[in-house]
T-cell receptor
Framework: DIQMTQSPSSLSASVGDRVTISCRAS??????LNWYQHKPGRGPKLLIY???FLQSGVPSRFSGSGSGTDFTLTISSLQPEDFASYYC?????????FGQGTKVEVK | EVQLVESGGGLVQPGGSLRLSCAAS????????MTWVRQPPGKGLEWVAN????????YYVDSVKGRFTISRDNARNSLYLQMNSLRAEDTAVYYC??????????????WGQGTLATVPS
């Protein structure tokens, strides 16, 4: 199975900060990489698909980049509603696997 | 508006069974692959199983193979997960999700709010 490793596991940030989350795959997955936002009590929400394509309705402050084994999710200016957990997920091959998550907390 | 509503979770003893359901609305259910994903308490997300549009293709994570069965009823716009021989490590919130396909790319476009299955140790 392909292992997905995110860093950091958690971070503290303030509104307006630029936030970067990394995701590394244990083997090359081209750009078969998706990002999700997850808030307690809700289902996850798709943010980015195919590494860099913004899902319809998602604010443009979210962006994704990378290919092969190294990927990045960037929030250009953190907003109050962005405090949540974020997960990367590979769709290169089954079983699809997720990173362990990154929790973005209030500083 | 796409809606996915899971139900059927609860407390079950080790070795017991549960059948989860996911009621879909707001889209043409029979046109989409569907997926179950779970989240154990305090842990991350784990893909469990998926099924193609007519139910002829099914895939599972190794840890549930032979114990869980994914199925669907397109006439009822419903997805199911039959969980047998349950273990404490199956305790999780279970989410259903629609798979979107864009060329060769696949992603989980819409998710339900989840249903909790608890298997005490």
């Amino acid at each position: 199975d392909i292992q997905m490793t995110q860093s950091p596991s958690s971070l503290s940030a303030s509104v307006g900060d630029r936030v970067t989350i990394s995701c590394r795959a244990s083997q090359s997955i081209s750009n078969y990489l998706n990002w999700y936002q997850h808030k307690p009590g809700r289902g996850p929400k798709l943010l980015i698909y195919a590494a860099s394509f913004l899902q319809s309705g998602v604010p443009s402050r979210f962006s994704g980049s990378g290919s092969g084994t190294d990927f990045t999710l960037t929030i250009s200016s953190l907003q109050p509603e962005d405090f949540a957990s974020y997960y990367c997920q590979q769709s290169y091959t089954t079983p699809w696997t997720f990173g362990q998550g990154t929790k973005v907390e209030v500083k | 508006e796409v809606q996915l509503v899971e139900s059927g979770g609860g407390l079950v003893q080790p070795g017991g069974s549960l059948r989860l359901s996911c009621a879909a609305s707001g889209f043409t259910f029979s046109s989409y692959w569907m997926t179950w994903v779970r989240q154990p308490p305090g842990k991350g997300l784990e893909w469990v199983a998926n099924i193609n549009q007519d139910g002829s293709e099914k895939y599972y994570v190794d840890s549930v193979k032979g114990r869980f069965t994914i199925s669907r009823d397109n006439a009822r716009n419903s997805l199911y997960l039959q969980m047998n021989s349950l273990r404490a490590e199956d305790t999780a919130v279970y989410y259903c999700a629609t798979e979107a396909i864009w060329g060769s790319y696949r992603y989980l476009a819409y998710w339900g709010q989840g249903t909790l299955a608890t298997v005490p140790s």
